[in-house]
């Protein structure tokens, strides 16, 4: 795709109305527990309810939905074994192109199945021996697709912000915004809505510990790269942020609270047990580094987005379960 | 409380002004999933997002908001081990008045804990060895309490039946409705709000398997007594149905629909793992039906109420997990 103009506020904007009718436009959850815990009012953006189950299709379908249509008909392509994989099969069936995802042969068989299910062509790689970037590339080039990259690229970043534009609509003025950061896609598009609307506004990334990439970056104020984490939050398991998102980030955050993966699971447990939701070990950094203290001088009114809730029951037995 | 005239869909509707702003208006879910899978549309009405985390706050507070001012000043009683617990405790603090539950000694902490938390006082007896009825009716006139059933009285049953109303003023017409059945006060107070607004409306029940007592009872026109039921979904082992409860069942029940504990877990993943949402057994019994194909002949429109959702994640693991 081509290269970037900066995003806008314009951007979240015209995004949201091509999203209009398309994504979800997902509810805003309070709890007065939660409230009592942190000592504030939390209004959590509950994007475990978006389709496909995480706010990946925004910036997907946004992304799709701006191509020439010559471009458009001929086909998208992503690599992901992830939530980005089924938001650009099912961005493709809603705008009548294909997709062909490129996923790795060891990917498990509920996200290949659900990537397929949304009329996708899966084509799987060894993990171990391939280069996911370099192969993407050529077979796109070779049967003439558009990537669609999960999170670099102005379009998508615009795309995910719609999620804090609806927060703010719904909730009115907040005093900070608490987002996981994975590539900063989400965060970035956030951030640009949250701060053109709102100047005041604390913008607080959170990371899992063990993939603070984004945290030493904005430290050493150039991109970083760390070793693959282990974390179990695996949305955000990357070791470099992007290229577009990461200047967005280091002029729009005010800081990045980082979580372990026990206080992951607590916060889980915490949405599953008092909210009634289900939030995969991503969607719950947010929440976790509230409920953690991780965030310092929590304000008064604070957004949360909770990104996504695309976990199995036997995994999330597995991970919560005594 | 003093005896019951029938309830009518205007007693539903003061129940429903009453209840505004106290309680939630919980949102009705779609999933394009569950509909394909059961070849209908599907509206689910997420009584788990209700506060106390299930409908009966509905029927409690409508019943002990309608005391007399002097009488509900001297507090209000239940027996209960479950929802309706906390449901009065909840009633009883919002109204500024005390509330004392009667639960066994051994019940869950959790349970212990959650009634104290809304600030009820909890008196424990000998499950095995006192008669709870009596000792409730003893209690509550021992300190001048007025006990709120959980299901046989008029005005909790208007309470209930605020959840159809809701559903149906967010849906439009349906061709059926299904709710589970325990003491039958959700899904007579249903009934009655369902088909005074749309007469031609299937009202379908749901009962587990073991615990058929309305379905028996229907069968012989007459209140049957069966053995204490062993099923997971808790909120429905009862033996016999209501007194009250049942002649409006009677009138206004299409059909009952069985479901199996297994059906039931099924369904509680399919919950957790497609909707995202969290429910207990008894309010996943009417997706479970709809799922194991229980429903015959599933009309075009159809809503469920999914009618709570008070399950800690360890027991769901126990449930759930493999």
Same sequence: chains 1, 2.
Avoid: C
Wanted: no cysteine; charged share 20%; aromatic share 4%.
């Amino acid at each position: 795709m081509a290269a970037a103009p900066p995003v806008t506020l314009d951007d979240v904007r015209e995004a949201a109305e091509r999203l209009q009718g398309m994504a979800h436009r997902t509810p805003v959850l309070t709890s007065r527990t939660l409230n009592s815990l942190v000592g504030a009012e939390v209004f959590i953006k509950a994007e475990n309810f978006q389709r496909i189950g995480a706010f990946k299709f925004r910036g997907a379908y946004n992304a799709a939905s701006r191509l020439p249509a010559d471009q458009l008909a001929k086909g998208i392509a992503a690599y992901s074994s992830g939530n980005h994989a089924q938001a650009t099969a099912l961005a493709a069936r809603e705008l009548g192109t294909r997709a062909v995802i490129l996923m790795p042969e060891d990917a498990p068989r509920s996200k290949l199945e659900a990537t397929t299910g949304y009329g996708a062509e899966v084509v799987t790689y060894d993990r171990y021996g391939q280069d996911r970037s370099a192969l993407a590339q050529a077979l796109a080039a070779d049967r003439g697709l558009t990537l669609i990259p999960p999170y670099d690229h102005p379009h998508v970043i615009a795309g995910q912000g719609t999620a804090a534009l609806e927060l703010l609509e719904d909730t009115g003025p907040l005093d900070a915004l608490i987002v996981p950061v994975g590539g900063g896609g989400l965060i970035a598009g956030s951030a640009v809505a949250a701060t053109a609307l709102h100047p005041g506004i604390r913008v607080i990334g959170v990371e899992p510990e063990a993939g603070d990439d984004t945290k030493r970056s904005l430290e050493q104020g150039a991109r970083v790269t760390i070793p693959v984490p282990r974390t179990i939050a695996d949305g955000q398991a990357l070791d470099t942020p992007g290229e577009i998102t990461f200047p967005i980030n280091q002029r729009l955050l005010d800081a990045i609270a980082l979580v372990s993966d026990d206080e992951i699971v607590a916060a889980m447990r915490f949405a599953f047990e008092r909210l009634k939701i289900v939030l995969e070990p991503s969607g719950a950094t947010p929440l976790a580094a509230l409920l953690a203290g991780r965030v310092d001088n929590p304000p008064r009114r604070i957004g949360v987005i909770a990104s996504g809730g695309n976990i199995g029951a036997d995994r999330f037995t597995e991970l919560v379960g005594r």
